[in-house]
């Protein structure tokens, strides 16, 4: 139990265009999903935080603009990066909690902008 | 602010011994610490927490310490195996951090048969 998906698991795509990247609790309802990037040898840093139905909480320094998180069901996140450029490539990831301590992860999303 | 250290950027051990992974923490009191494995390319996979009136957990071979005195963590893996090579994160919720947690920058493992 406890499986969290991503999709699509990586995507190369050109400077200026959109790219949108589904988090999905496949076996559990998720009130609450957590946005992270990871740069190479870097730590999880987190993004923003998404409560179902509501507007996402950015951390300092998140352009709300550039990432667009809706939580539209409490199965269902997207994150979309919109107008993306090469300095937008990181290792994307998601997680899921259903209420408890402890969070569920998805396998990421490498996203390459070329 | 917050900041977490996990000492060794990398660690090398030999097949059967134990590995002890280091997080320390400054500044503000977590309300519980995680730790997670990571393998290359992949999402982290939750191990083990420990609240801050802790002192021990132990699943299987691991063993997770928390020193609220010495703001510090200890993760030990015993009877080390090379598919225990990962990157380990140790991650912090703050008290008052509603659900969120923030990550060490982790430690490389490796196993030498």
């Known amino acids: 139990g406890a499986v969290v998906s991503q999709h699509p698991s990586r995507v190369i795509c050109k400077s200026g265009t959109s790219v949108k990247i589904e988090c999905r609790s496949l076996?559990?309802?998720?009130?609450?999903m957590f946005w992270y990037r990871q740069f190479p040898k870097k730590s999880l840093m987190l993004m923003a935080t998404?409560?179902?139905?509501?507007?996402?909480?950015?951390e300092q320094g998140v352009e709300k603009d550039k990432f667009l998180i809706n939580h539209a069901s409490l199965t269902l996140s997207t994150l979309t990066v919109t107008s993306a450029h090469p300095e937008d490539s990181s290792f994307y990831i998601c997680?899921?909690?259903?209420?408890?301590?402890?969070?569920?992860f998805g396998p990421g999303t490498r996203l390459t902008v070329l | 602010s917050q900041k977490i250290e996990q000492n060794s950027e990398a660690l090398n051990i030999q097949e059967g011994k134990t590995a002890t992974l280091t997080c320390n923490y400054t500044n503000y009191s977590p309300a519980y610490l995680q730790w997670y494995r990571q393998d290359p390319g992949r999402g982290p996979v939750f191990l083990l927490l420990i609240r801050e009136n802790e002192k021990e957990k132990r699943k299987e071979r691991l063993k997770v310490t928390f020193d609220t005195t010495l703001k510090q963590s200890l993760f030990h893996i015993t009877a080390s195996q090379p598919a225990d090579s990962a990157t380990y994160l140790c991650a912090l919720r703050w008290r008052g951090g509603y659900q969120k947690v923030t990550f060490g920058t982790g430690t490389k493992l490796q196993v030498i048969p």
């Open positions: 997680s899921a909690t259903p209420g408890g301590d402890e969070q569920f």
């Open positions: 076996d559990f309802q998720a009130t609450t």
């Open positions: 998404s409560n179902e139905g509501s507007k996402a909480t950015y």
